[in-house]
């Protein structure tokens, strides 16, 4: 498979080694966000004390980007339809947005999509888009 013509690839934890620590939440909020990986992780964490859940788990992170001005959309999947990909998606929205795939959380901006995989062909569930203009993101 070749790689995706507007993937990046993108790694904000400076302790990370070989990929291997499973921050996509972390990794994807800080390009969305325009925050450390140390900033966004105390983001989680304090989500996540709240809802007593884990900082990678859905309400940390839905209540981080609910404060940072990003609204939710969901992908339905109508009979006989492909739900878009990640490149597709990444492609067309030229504005910051968190995407929603299976069990992953990946960043884009302005046409590229952030990771540290190419996750180009992965089918999006939903996603997160920041309202421009409301002061929530540098």
Known sequence: MTKSRNFTYFSPNDKDVKD?????????????????????????????????????????????????????????????TKRPTVKKFAADEWSISVMVVAHHLVASRDGKFFDTWDSGEKSLYGYWVYKRGSGGVK
């Open 20 to 80: 291997n620590f499973g921050d996509c939440v972390v990794r994807a909020l800080c390009k969305a966000l325009d925050k450390t990986w140390l900033e966004v992780f105390d983001l989680l964490v304090e989500k996540a004390r709240a809802s007593q859940c884990m900082p990678s788990d859905k309400p940390a992170y839905e209540g981080v980007l609910r404060d940072h001005d990003f609204v939710y959309y969901g992908v339905s999947n109508k009979k006989g």
